[in-house]
């Protein structure tokens, strides 16, 4: 007897134990609300890649000054959620 697919992404029950499976266990999320988790948990680093096209943008067009103020942001901005995130408590 082969034991090679015991458990299926879609099954409710193990084919082999009839316990069951840990699809039975997982919790389905609607569309939007994995788009607001995604959202929720990237937004920063979205925050960061828009601050470093606009630098870029300011540098492409001369403004290196400017450019080189604005460099700075992106990293500011990823320090600041790490250390709010690492000072979450839940």
């Known amino acids: 007897m082969k034991f090679n697919k015991i458990y299926s992404r879609g099954d409710k029950h193990c084919h082999y134990s009839g316990l069951p499976s840990p699809a039975a266990y997982e ?3 609607k ?5 607001k ?3 929720m948990k990237w937004y920063p680093v979205m925050i960061a890649f828009i601050c470093l096209l606009y630098s870029v943008t300011l540098g492409v067009f001369g403004f290196t000054e400017e450019a ?3 460099a700075h ?3 500011t901005i990823l320090l600041f959620a790490i250390a709010i995130r690492q000072r979450r408590t839940s």
């Open 27 to 29: 919790k389905k999320q």
């Open 31 to 35: 569309p939007m609300e994995k788009i």
């Open 37 to 39: 988790n995604i959202t």
């Open 68 to 70: 080189q103020y604005s």
């Open 73 to 75: 942001w992106p990293g």
